[in-house]
């Protein structure tokens, strides 16, 4: 069974920063892209960042220079470095992960979420 558990969020000030975490457990043969996405209240889920398998980043314009993605290969572990928050990021902030098990057909994964909110 492979999952995927997110961490880091919280409230934040405008200007701060925060670090999500998501790690990936279970029977995983190879995990291709990763990435972060939000979902505001009354509004549609968003890409936020990506990695794609050659390891090209991309960036919702929203979050260019501001946010950064990274992995961690050995420990199954994508993070979302957010700095210069703004009150517009608040959202739940969803990873996914595009991941092959051992014996099962690839497919993407979710984490379960983690509410971030930026106030004063």
């Known amino acids: 069974q492979v999952q995927l558990v997110e961490s880091g969020g919280g409230l934040v000030q405008p200007g701060g920063s925060l670090r999500l975490s998501c790690a990936a457990s279970?029977?995983?043969?190879?995990?291709?892209?990763v990435g972060w996405y939000r979902q505001a209240p009354g509004k549609q889920r968003e890409l936020v960042a990506v990695?794609?398998?050659?390891?090209?980043?991309n960036y919702a314009d929203s979050v260019k220079g501001r946010f950064t993605i990274t992995r961690d290969n050995a420990k199954n572990t994508m993070y979302l470095q957010m700095n210069t928050l703004k009150p517009e990021d608040t959202a739940v902030y969803y990873c996914?992960?595009?991941?092959?098990?051992?014996?099962?057909?690839?497919?993407?994964?979710w984490g379960q979420g983690t509410q971030v909110t930026v106030s004063s």
């Open positions: 996914y992960a595009r991941i092959k098990p051992l014996q099962a057909p690839s497919r993407d994964y």
């Open positions: 279970g029977s995983i043969f190879s995990i291709y892209s």
């Open positions: 990695i794609i398998s050659s390891g090209v980043t």
